[in-house]
Structures are given as C-alpha cells and as structure tokens.
C-alpha cells in the first residue's frame, strides 16, 4: 500500500535538508514541508548572531555531496558562520540543488499527522497503512497527504517555554503582549527601538541570555537611559561565564568573560534565585513580580527577554503512537541518555533510528525536536540521527545501527542553564550538573555573537 509514497520530513532546517539528503542518497523520494515561505526560517529569526563552531562542524556529509555535484565553494572550515550565513551560504544553496529542489514545498505548515482511515485505536494493519500528513489552507481548509514514513524536524523554536514558574505561564504574561520580545532579538539592529533608553529584563542564565545581555551592554554604551537588568533562576550565574581563556572555543570563552565583566562593572544589574510570580501591565510598561531567596522584588521595566528555553509541539502527533520519556518529552530511550537533572561529563552517545523508534513503525522525531525539553542537542547529532534513519528505512540496517559521531574535545565544563533557564539549540547549553568532555552542549551550531558596534550597529 505504501509503494510508490514518499518519505515526509517535517521542517527545511538543517536536519530536515539533511534527511532529505541522506534519502536521495539511499534510493528513497523526500518531500520536505516548510511551514515558512523559504528554507531555514527559523535561524533566520537569530541570523544577526555568530556561532561558536566553525564551519567544519556545521554541514552535512551527504549535503557536501550534493553541493560538490552543483559546484558549491565550501567556506573556510575554521570560519564561524552568522546564523544568516548559514542559512545563505550553506541551506539556500542546498535546497536550490538539482537534486533537492524539486522535493522541498515552502509554505506548507504540518497540523496533523495520523494514519489513512485509523486514528490510533485501531491496530489491524496499521503498520502497512501509509501516513496521512494533513496541512493548513487558506480560511481554515486543508490538504492531505500520504507518506511511506514521516521524520518531524521541525525543532521548538516556535514553543518557548513560559516564563512563570513550574512550567506554567506567570499571572499576566500573556497580557504584557510584545512588551515581552522574542528570543535572541537583534538588539542592535533591526529591533534597536524596542531597547534604545529603555530598562530591559533579561531572564535566563544559559547562552541566549549572554548574547542578549552583551548586545544591551554595547547598545547602553551608545544610548544613554539604556538599563539591563538579568534574572536567574538559579542561586549564581557564575556557571553562565564560562571557561574563559580555558575555553576550546575561543568564541565561547570571549563570550563568558566579556559577560562577567559587564556584570561585575554594574552595567548588568543580576538578580538571582529569582521565580517570576507575576506580570503587572500598565501604560508605563511592566511590573515584574518576584520571588527571590531574600523576599519578594518587584522589577519595574519596560521590556522582558525571555532566555528560558523551548519545548516540542506535540499537539499534530496526537493520533500517533509515540512512546516518550515522561520528564524530556524525547523517545523513550533517548530521554535518560539526554536528562539535563543528571546528564553531566561525558559523551552523549552517537544514536540512530534504533534509539529514535516509536511503537509507531516508520516515523521518527530527529533534530532538536527529538531531545524534548532537554537543551543539550548538536546539529551534528542530527545528522547522524538522520543518517541513520534513511539507512533503517531503506532496508540497510547494518548501516543504521552502526552509528558513530566526532565531536572536538573542550576540556571545560559548559555553562550554567539551570532551573529551566535553557536554550533552543543543545548548542545553546547544559544545566548546572553539565560538565567537560564531548557532550559539551555549545559545540555546534548555536549563535555566540557578533562582531563590534560599527556606526550604531553590530558588524557581523
């Protein structure tokens, strides 16, 4: 029944451009599904930012080939890609291949994915019975599709988690409208407005907070009224600085060092221990409600950033038969290898679609979606994650289970992301009981930050 389908892949991010990829090379037909209008919408929304790895651990082997076979100039492998770099240099040309283009679909938001004619009660021949993919239309319509198999890439970029307390929503978060911005604003750029003379609270403690707190320090530097305030949930944010020069990315260590200095000079007001517990609006701006170690504080800003992590949407698998770690929100056998309350030094290691698999047969969750709650995911990760994937639908699974990933070895511990305070990529970091080794979760692909003020704006 499933002859002659393709394999749906949900998301042209990286990873979703990289399944596709390691498809076509085994002999299957990819259709990715974009819900924005062009490939890599997501990093587009933080392209004003650099990554702490270099180009070399940002591509994909099986998207090289393609690129090589369309004569793509690689970019220099030690160079550190902007966000929009990447999505200009690396995936606008990938999905503009020969062999890729005509498989990708823009515009086409996935909100349901189920079986032709079961819901998920009805086991007789389901595993045989091809995937229905539903996607949205104009005035409320729809369209279905049908797949052989289905990989979600789509990541939690459009999911933050609330700002309150035990994972709910503060009283009046969702009044104070855009008074609280989405995360990794250009603060020096296109969103300068929103920041210049204004009193900013930055809340989280993880690496999307640092690029934010250190784009408002050089803006304060060139706008004066400009205030910053930083709430952690955490009882220090000593974590969130880093190893320094110690550091085996040199970007990532600058990072740390710079913030602490912002924060020890008093350009970076710090409140720790600190629980939102409530959101007043009013015309002058907001009133931050919170609870700290010594008692309630109430911040009066003008702006909120939220630095406080992401969470998968589920809600378009809820007719599939998914088994899930009940904490991490990833597969079942992933969760305990990724869990940010233990998962600590060490190496997280290489898996595939064995790991990946769900009692229902040929759909997987890869990417940053495949790792829940948890912040510790890698863009190299995915790739192999999907690799392995394309090898098991195709039949070859001595090529799936034989898993393997290389990563450089930092010798620090990562930043400090606890109590919740995570970021969107694992790139983005661990919490506090995150340590050295491989499993660092900044080593691929999560913004650092970019250059120098230049004119009033950052240079990239």
């Given at each position: 029944m499933k002859a002659g389908l393709p394999v749906i892949v949900i998301g042209a991010g990286p990873v979703g451009l990289a399944a596709a990829a390691h498809l076509?090379?085994?002999?299957?037909?990819?259709?990715?599904?974009?819900?924005?209008?062009?490939v890599g919408e997501a990093i587009r929304a933080w392209g004003h930012t650099r990554l702490f790895s270099p180009w070399k651990y940002d591509v994909d082997a099986a998207c090289a080939r393609l690129l090589a076979a369309d004569g793509w100039l690689a970019p220099r492998d030690t160079a550190l890609p902007t966000g929009e770099a990447l999505v200009a240099d690396y995936l606008e040309p990938l999905a503009a291949t020969v062999a890729l283009a005509p498989h990708i679909r823009t515009g086409a938001e996935v909100i349901a994915v189920s079986r032709v004619g079961l819901?998920?009660?009805?086991?007789?021949?389901?595993?045989?019975?091809?995937?229905?993919?539903?996607?949205?239309?104009?005035?409320?319509?729809?369209?279905?599709?049908?797949?052989?198999?289905v990989i979600d890439t789509s990541g939690t970029w459009r999911t933050p988690n609330p700002l309150g307390q035990a994972g709910l929503p503060a009283a009046g978060e969702t009044e104070a409208g855009t008074r609280i911005t989405a995360p990794l604003p250009d603060v020096t750029g296109r969103d300068r407005a929103q920041f210049a003379g204004r009193h900013v609270l930055v809340v989280g403690a993880g690496h999307s907070a640092a690029n934010?707190?250190?784009?408002?320090?050089?803006?304060?530097?060139?706008?004066?009224?400009t205030r910053i305030s930083w709430a952690v949930r955490g009882a220090s944010a000593a974590g969130a600085f880093g190893g320094g020069d110690l550091d085996g990315l040199p970007a990532r260590g600058r990072l740390g060092t710079r913030l602490r200095k912002l924060v020890e000079s008093g350009a970076v007001e710090l409140h720790t221990s600190f629980t939102i517990t409530a959101i007043t609006t009013s015309t002058d701006g907001l009133v931050v409600h919170g609870a700290t170690a010594d008692g309630a504080v109430d911040l009066a800003v003008d702006v909120v950033v939220p630095a406080t992590g992401f969470r998968p949407n589920l809600d378009i698998l809820k007719e599939l038969r998914l088994e899930l770690d009940p904490g991490v929100e990833a597969p079942r056998e992933l969760g305990p290898l990724i869990d940010p309350e233990f998962h600590s030094c060490g190496t997280v290691p290489a898996h595939g679609a064995k790991v990946l698999a769900h009692p229902e047969k040929d759909f997987y969750l890869a990417g940053m979606k495949s790792y829940g709650r948890a912040p510790t995911f890698l863009l190299?990760?995915?790739?192999?994650?999907?690799?392995?994937?394309?090898?098991?639908?195709?039949?070859?699974?001595?090529?799936?289970?034989?898993?393997?990933?290389?990563?450089?070895?930092?010798?620090?511990?990562?930043?400090?992301?606890g109590s919740g305070d995570d970021e969107q990529f694992a790139e983005a970091g661990a919490r506090e009981t995150s340590c050295c080794g491989t499993n660092d979760p900044v080593l691929l692909g999560y913004p650092a930050r970019t250059g120098p003020l230049k004119g009033g704006r950052m240079e990239a």
């Open positions: 076509l090379e085994n002999g299957l037909t990819p259709l990715v599904l974009e819900a924005g209008p062009r819901d998920k009660t009805h086991s007789r021949n389901r595993d045989d019975t091809p995937f229905l993919v539903r996607i949205a239309g104009a005035g409320g319509s729809f369209e279905d599709l049908q797949a052989r198999a934010t707190l250190l784009a408002l320090g050089e803006l304060a530097a060139a706008e004066p009224g190299a990760t995915g790739y192999e994650q999907v690799r392995s994937i394309a090898a098991a639908l195709a039949g070859n699974q001595a090529a799936a289970d034989a898993v393997h990933l290389e990563l450089p070895r930092t010798g620090v511990c990562s930043s400090d992301l």
